[in-house]
């Protein structure tokens, strides 16, 4: 795995990464600035080249990550090997295997940067630290896991709801440039159908 890793590396234009980070925090809560500092101390830059696996299967996850600019996807092996895909993220926003990471456990879902990525992450026993500086870090956490627990639960109604062009026209309204950066095959199982019917979707949606 080739990460771009240390931030002396990249003196100029860190900030902007961190600048981002505090954008999609503060439509949660405002950051005081001596927790702005610690997040500059312990989020990390990275970049990630396309296609590579950062937390495999098999592994207790080690980072959260918040994704900067690029697309990822979450993912776990179903019957007979197929790879299906839990979650995608459309823009900035925190991305790991929130339940495993969180209680230290080994992951069965495998974290994919589908496209160059760049990220900021932090480690698990980093986040401790955080949250023994930071007087804001437990309350944003609670709430961006609550965010995603209610965005896969939301995902799991429309799988037995929403016929599948309904489920294809909510995610284009709610997630409308992952259709132009992710491969179909990561999108149609995603939306619980196979890579041909979205194809034909698609096909329908355009005539």
Known sequence: MSYLY?????????????????????????????????????????????????????????YHNFIVSGYMRNFHLGPDDQEITTDLNDGSRFFTSYFHFMNRTVSNENLHCITDCELLRISRDDVEVGAQRSSTQKDYTIQILQKHLEAEKMRINDLTTLT????????????????????????????????????RLRGGFKS
Request: hydrophobic share 40%; net charge positive; proline share 9%.
């Open 164 to 199: 599948a062009e309904d489920r294809y026209r909510k995610f284009l309204r709610e997630k409308p440039t992952i259709i132009h950066h992710v491969p179909l095959r990561y999108v149609a199982s995603y939306l619980g159908i196979t890579q041909r019917h979205l194809s």
């Open 6 to 62: 240390d931030l002396q590396q990249f003196p100029f234009g860190m900030e902007q990464y961190y600048e981002r980070f505090f954008s999609y925090v503060a439509e949660i809560l405002i950051l005081p600035e001596a927790d702005k500092r610690s997040i500059r101390d312990l989020f990390k830059p990275v970049f990630v080249p396309r296609d590579t696996i950062i937390e495999p299967a098999g592994h207790v996850p080690q």
